[in-house]
Protein backbone atom coordinates (compact mmCIF):
# COMPACT_ATOMS: atom_id res chain seq x y z
CA UNK A 1 0.00 0.00 0.00
CA UNK A 2 0.99 3.38 -0.88
CA UNK A 3 0.28 7.05 0.19
CA UNK A 4 -0.92 8.68 -3.29
CA UNK A 5 -1.17 12.14 -3.60
CA UNK A 6 -3.79 12.78 -6.11
CA UNK A 7 -4.35 16.23 -8.09
CA UNK A 8 -7.73 15.67 -9.51
CA UNK A 9 -9.88 18.05 -11.74
CA UNK A 10 -13.18 17.77 -9.25
CA UNK A 11 -16.28 16.75 -11.29
CA UNK A 12 -14.08 14.81 -13.91
CA UNK A 13 -15.13 11.40 -14.46
CA UNK A 14 -12.17 10.16 -15.40
CA UNK A 15 -10.27 11.11 -12.08
CA UNK A 16 -13.20 9.31 -10.19
CA UNK A 17 -12.02 6.20 -11.97
CA UNK A 18 -9.07 6.60 -11.67
CA UNK A 19 -9.00 7.45 -7.62
CA UNK A 20 -11.43 4.39 -7.24
CA UNK A 21 -9.06 2.38 -8.76
CA UNK A 22 -6.44 3.17 -6.61
CA UNK A 23 -8.29 2.83 -3.42
CA UNK A 24 -9.88 -0.53 -4.56
CA UNK A 25 -5.94 -1.95 -4.87
CA UNK A 26 -5.50 -0.67 -1.36
CA UNK A 27 -3.39 2.37 -1.73
CA UNK A 28 -4.62 6.00 0.54
CA UNK A 29 -5.83 8.77 -1.97
CA UNK A 30 -5.01 12.13 -0.92
CA UNK A 31 -7.59 14.04 -3.69
CA UNK A 32 -6.29 17.60 -4.11
CA UNK A 33 -8.17 19.55 -6.27
CA UNK A 34 -5.27 20.69 -9.45
CA UNK A 35 -7.54 24.06 -9.88
CA UNK A 36 -7.12 25.66 -6.71
CA UNK A 37 -3.61 24.50 -5.55
CA UNK A 38 -1.17 27.07 -5.34
CA UNK A 39 1.43 26.54 -7.31
CA UNK A 40 4.74 28.57 -6.98
CA UNK A 41 7.74 27.85 -9.96
CA UNK A 42 9.71 25.48 -7.46
CA UNK A 43 6.62 23.49 -6.40
CA UNK A 44 6.05 22.99 -9.97
CA UNK A 45 8.94 21.89 -10.98
CA UNK A 46 9.42 19.60 -8.36
CA UNK A 47 6.00 18.01 -9.37
CA UNK A 48 7.03 18.11 -12.84
CA UNK A 49 10.35 15.94 -11.93
CA UNK A 50 8.60 12.78 -10.08
CA UNK A 51 9.35 9.35 -11.62
Known amino acids: MAEVIFYEKPGC ?8 LLQAAGHL ?3 R ?3 TESWSSESLWLFL ?3
Open 49 to 51: QQP
Open 13 to 20: INNTKQKA
Open 33 to 35: NLL
Open 29 to 31: VDA
